[in-house]
């Protein structure tokens, strides 16, 4: 019984997912997920993308560069090797990791990005086989990523379609603002073998 409701709650949950990303001028045609990333992006979230930059160039050298040394190496340990799921929502920040209707915590990435070899999501990630009790800690996750690391984004007429580094970096940001789309990572040896992002 449980198992039915479950899978009736994610029918409904991508139904909605694909419902909420597709805007009003694109209702006829389902384009590929090129296309649709600069839909998802909202004057905020392009200003403050814009602002980054001037912020990083005011913080001094030193700082940064510990920061990056301590993401670095907390990444290969920061998540189990697995598999990881959760939706992109930074409107449900609040919401991450608390019990939902169903009586499980809701995995939800509400912030994040790519920096140097680190993927860093900020949130609650679901395990999957699913266990309750295996959700992790809301805060930041850092995924170590590597040359072999495949970056795939699934959605639209075309089907999955792998992507550069820099490319999957810029549709993360870009889809924290969906309202949900699927962000799912597998993680072998301490670091992320394959990441997804789908509708």
């Given at each position: 019984?449980?198992n ?59 700082e ?15 998540i189990?090797?697995?598999?990881w ?8 920040k ?11 915590p809701?995995s ?29 800690a ?37 889809c924290?603002g ?10 072998e ?5 394959k990441?997804?992002?789908s509708?």
């Amino acid at each position: 019984m449980k198992n039915k409701f479950l899978v009736a709650l994610m029918t409904g949950c991508v139904l909605a997912m694909a419902v909420g990303c597709t805007s009003q001028e694109e209702t006829a045609t389902d384009a590929g997920f090129e296309e649709m990333a600069p839909e998802f992006a909202t004057d905020e979230s392009q200003a403050q993308t814009e602002s980054e930059p001037e912020e990083t160039a005011e913080a001094p050298a030193e700082e940064s560069k510990e920061t990056a040394e301590d993401t670095q190496q907390s990444a290969s340990s920061d998540i189990a090797d697995g598999t990881w799921s959760a939706y992109l929502d930074n409107t449900r920040k609040d919401d991450a990791g608390k019990v939902g209707e169903v009586g499980e915590p809701m995995s939800i990435i509400y912030d994040g990005g790519l920096e140097g070899d680190v993927l860093n999501v900020v949130g609650v990630l679901a395990p999957d086989p699913y266990d309750p009790t295996g959700f992790t800690a809301d805060g930041s996750h850092a995924l170590k990523l590597t040359d072999s690391t495949e970056f795939v984004m699934s959605g639209g007429d075309t089907g999955p379609e792998t992507v550069t580094k820099e490319e999957f970096g810029e549709h993360f940001k870009n889809c924290l603002g969906s309202g949900g789309l699927a962000f799912e990572v597998i993680i072998e040896g301490g670091a992320v073998k394959k990441v997804t992002i789908s509708a």
